[in-house]
């Protein structure tokens, strides 16, 4: 069953503004990763982000996890048209965890 | 390039029939497989995990003698849709994970049509 939650469902901006999505999940968990999905396709791995660490950075993104609040949340910074797509975060209970429970995804918009 | 390669990318069937979808890692040995169902504008659901040389694992809900999984070697799972109909149309997608904690890979889905 899907564990995570995700807000907004969507997002338009414009390019160069920052997109911010945030994802809450109901349990503990060994880690937590973002995906990325263009429209029809497959899902990209972005980022992973454990349940030890609370702040992590690949290029343009900037991923969050609160353990406490069990939420998470991703940035996009100077957004570009390419970056539209759906935005889904997925955790991972234990360490060896080869199942990963999805949210319901955020759709981001960007308008050149 | 791509890890994993899934086959067809979309096809169109007549109900009743059956179709198979197939999902090859190409980078690494791949013990575990999982299969995903994506109805439109939704998340994935996990449908199953295949698991070489064994029977599947399917989630709560979903109908292993409709959808029949075979992982006969380390590299390829097969799910094939038996008797479709209308309401099976959806987009599959498969994964591999090279170990428990790390990120997966995907294929790029098949998007099922059962007219």
């Known amino acids: 069953s899907q564990q995570g939650e995700e807000d907004p469902q969507a997002l338009s901006i414009q390019e160069g503004e920052n997109a911010t999505m945030n994802c809450s999940y109901k349990?503990?968990?060994?880690?937590l990763q973002w995906y990325r999905q263009n429209s029809g396709r497959g899902l990209v791995h972005l980022i992973l982000i454990r349940s030890n660490e609370r702040e992590k950075h690949s290029g343009r993104l900037r991923v969050t996890l609160d353990t406490s609040k069990k939420s998470s949340s991703l940035l996009i910074t100077a957004s570009r048209a390419a970056d539209t797509a759906s935005y889904f975060c997925?955790?991972?209970?234990?360490?060896?965890?080869?199942?990963?429970?999805f949210g319901a995804g955020t759709t981001v918009t960007v308008r050149a | 390039g791509a890890v994993v390669s899934q086959h067809p990318s979309w096809v169109i069937c007549k109900s009743g029939t059956s179709v198979k979808i197939e999902c090859r890692s190409l980078d690494f040995q791949a013990t575990t497989m999982f299969w995903y169902r994506q109805f439109p504008k939704q998340s994935l659901m996990l449908m199953a995990t295949?698991?070489?040389?064994?029977?599947?694992?399917?989630e709560q809900g979903v109908e292993k003698d409709k959808f029949l999984i075979n992982h006969a070697s380390l590299t390829l799972s097969t799910l094939t849709v038996t008797s479709a109909h209308p309401e099976d149309s959806s987009f599959y997608i498969c994964s591999v994970k090279r170990f428990g904690n790390t990120e997966a890979f995907f294929g790029q889905g098949t998007r099922l049509t059962v007219v």
């Open positions: 997925a955790t991972a209970f234990t360490a060896n965890d080869y199942k990963l429970s």
């Open positions: 349990t503990s968990i060994n880690n």
């Open positions: 295949s698991n070489e040389g064994s029977k599947a694992t399917y």
